[in-house]
């Protein structure tokens, strides 16, 4: 041995001692790789957005105009785009309404009375529709929603075939069958969001203290008045985190409702169509800016309800 | 005490019911995949058959976005591991001003809705003049995989003590020894769920490739065109129960990975 300290046996060593010196480069080697990726193919591309969204397309020639205009967000306002806007947010209200409802019993169960092996199933038997494949997930309700499907064949046979009947042949919501209608649009987004809804409400609900239940019984408040009056404020962030969730997936989605559907456009069915077919980029992204508009207001909001804890 | 009482059967039969709807959907998959109806998706279906998979296995259409899903799965896969590992490593090194700057940006893919990463990626092939290709996919990929190897790696380094990065240090180990022999092996079992979970997603992603393949096929774009313009409908959910089977595999083994951690995997897709 050379003396106390170690030798630099190479330029390992030598790169540590360098570490150990200037923590700051360590850092900001360790930051660079993801932050270039995030900051040049992210950030870049939603500029690009931005930007494409204030350019115009020349209506004779079909060509793309790259100047600066207001005209293709003005156009946003024609009935035909601002009707499709209207429907989405309307949908997405809806949708994440019903979520709110569904998932609660789901939530409060899990978090306060599930246990052990109970709570494994709980957890998993959320996960898994979660991660499991979307597509797949979309294309069972295709098979099931169907004139000639499940629905129908279990309707004929409790005798509700007329009910069935009735619900299709109401205006607006109704259609040929439940997978051309928004009845089914809507089943389904319900289905495909709602472990999404579950998992910050469970969050949320596993963190209600204990000892304040039972403070509020020592009190003297009933069951349902410790529900209203203590969980259900307490649980609230979880239930804003996630509604921005169910929200934010219904404003952008568009496979659902093309496969599900009745043929009225949804936000991200305009895009995708203007950007394909018919080669008005500028308009797609006018129309894709909209969801990030609604959902930085709503962010803004539940930010002071607090919900970002509980995420 | 309110914890200790049984749940109400109302609140209890909600529940199980709401799992029950989480569930039954996928179960009619697996049905229809042995269906002797080819033309409609008919409810009992009118005779089981087993043909569907020789069908399938032999549907020359199907093979080309089979392998380029799983070639841009694995791609993605690894660069976001590596991506994901260091900004989880840089995030819980230290506090260092724009430190939550970062940690919005990263979620931020995953937070707004795909068609927005869709399109904005969309926007920038266009400006650039960048022809779609394989790598264009991976592009849009990568960045949404990020954030899932990041969760669930910085909840492990979280969990990593300090002091046995000093102890390393301490016998003589430099830096690289240490991420070599000490960090990589505690951090394993929470990179392999990340990766599983970022291969699952990717392998099923169908919002964002639609606007980054052009005209390329991936297995999920492939499902997509055979639900608007149904051939032999079998065959699609043959197809359905492979993507279900390889994203359903990586969950299962991501959770037995982290089971009983703080942190278990998946908790925020």
């Given at each position: 041995m050379s003396g106390a300290f170690h030798p630099a046996r190479g330029p390992g060593d030598r790169l540590t001692g360098l570490f150990w010196r200037r923590p700051g480069v360590l850092l900001a080697l360790l930051i660079a790789p993801p932050l270039i990726w995030l900051g040049v193919v992210y950030l870049g591309s939603l500029v690009a957005l931005l930007w494409q969204s204030f350019w115009s397309i020349d209506e004779f020639s079909g060509l793309i105009v790259p100047e600066f205009t207001l005209k293709t967000y003005a156009e946003l306002l024609r009935p035909a785009n601002f009707d499709v806007i209207v429907r989405t947010v309307t949908m997405a209200s809806v949708v994440t309404a019903a979520s709110v409802v569904l998932a609660f019993p789901i939530a409060y169960y899990a978090a306060r009375y599930a246990r052990g092996r109970m709570k494994a199933v709980f957890y998993l038997g959320v996960m898994l529709p979660l991660w499991s494949s979307y597509l797949v997930k979309v294309y069972a309700w295709k098979l099931i929603l169907a004139r000639e499907g499940i629905v129908t064949w279990a309707a004929e046979g409790i005798g509700a075939g007329n009910v069935l009947n009735a619900v299709l042949s109401l205006p607006v919501i109704g259609g040929n069958s439940l997978s051309t209608s928004y009845i089914g649009t809507f089943i389904v987004f319900v289905y495909v969001w709602l472990p999404f809804m579950i998992l910050p409400m469970q969050a949320s609900l596993e963190r209600v203290p204990n000892a304040m239940l039972e403070a509020s019984s020592d009190l003297g408040a009933t069951s349902w008045q410790t529900f209203v009056h203590v969980i259900l404020p307490l649980a609230l962030p979880g239930i804003i985190a996630g509604t921005i969730f169910t929200f934010s997936l219904t404003l952008g989605d568009y496979i659902i409702p093309q496969i599900v559907g009745s043929s009225r456009l949804f936000i991200g069915q305009a895009v995708y169509m203007l950007q394909g077919t018919a080669g008005n980029l500028p308009l797609a992204a006018a129309f894709a800016v909209i969801p990030i508009v609604v959902m930085l207001a709503y962010l803004v909001f539940a930010r002071r309800i607090g919900a970002f804890d509980a995420l | 005490m309110p914890s200790e009482r049984r749940a109400p059967l109302a609140l209890k039969l909600a529940a199980l019911g709401g799992l029950l709807f989480l569930h039954g959907p996928i179960l009619l998959i697996f049905l229809y995949a042995f269906t002797t109806e080819e033309r409609s998706y008919q409810f009992p279906p009118p005779g089981l058959t087993l043909k569907w998979f020789a069908v399938a296995w032999n549907r020359p259409d199907i093979w080309p976005p089979l392998i380029l899903s799983l070639k841009v799965a694995a791609i993605s896969t690894a660069l976001a591991l590596v991506l994901g590992t260091l900004c989880a490593a840089a995030m819980s090194r230290a506090r260092f001003f724009g430190r939550d700057s970062i940690s919005l940006l990263v979620i931020l893919p995953i937070a707004l809705p795909g068609i927005i990463t869709g399109m904005s990626l969309r926007s920038a092939f266009a400006m650039m003049d960048i022809p779609f290709s394989t790598w264009t996919i991976v592009l849009g990929h990568a960045t949404f995989c990020i954030v899932i190897v990041y969760n669930n790696a910085v909840a492990r380094f979280r969990r990593l003590s300090g002091s046995i990065l000093e102890a390393s240090a301490d016998l003589g180990a430099n830096g690289f020894q240490t991420f070599r022999h000490v960090i990589l092996p505690n951090l394993g079992s929470a990179l392999l769920a990340g990766g599983m979970l970022a291969?699952?997603?990717?392998?099923?992603?169908?919002?964002?490739?639609?606007?980054?393949?052009?005209?390329?096929?991936?297995?999920?774009?492939?499902?997509?065109?055979?639900?608007?313009?149904?051939?032999?409908?079998?065959?699609?959910?043959?197809?359905?129960?492979?993507?279900?089977?390889?994203?359903?595999?990586?969950?299962?083994?991501?959770?037995?990975?982290?089971r009983g951690g703080s942190e278990t995997a998946g908790a925020g897709k």
């Open positions: - | 291969f699952a997603l990717s392998f099923d992603e169908v919002i964002v490739t639609t606007f980054t393949a052009g005209q390329q096929s991936t297995l999920p774009i492939w499902m997509l065109n055979e639900l608007v313009r149904p051939r032999q409908r079998p065959v699609t959910n043959v197809v359905a129960i492979v993507v279900f089977a390889a994203t359903v595999v990586p969950i299962l083994i991501a959770y037995v990975l982290t």
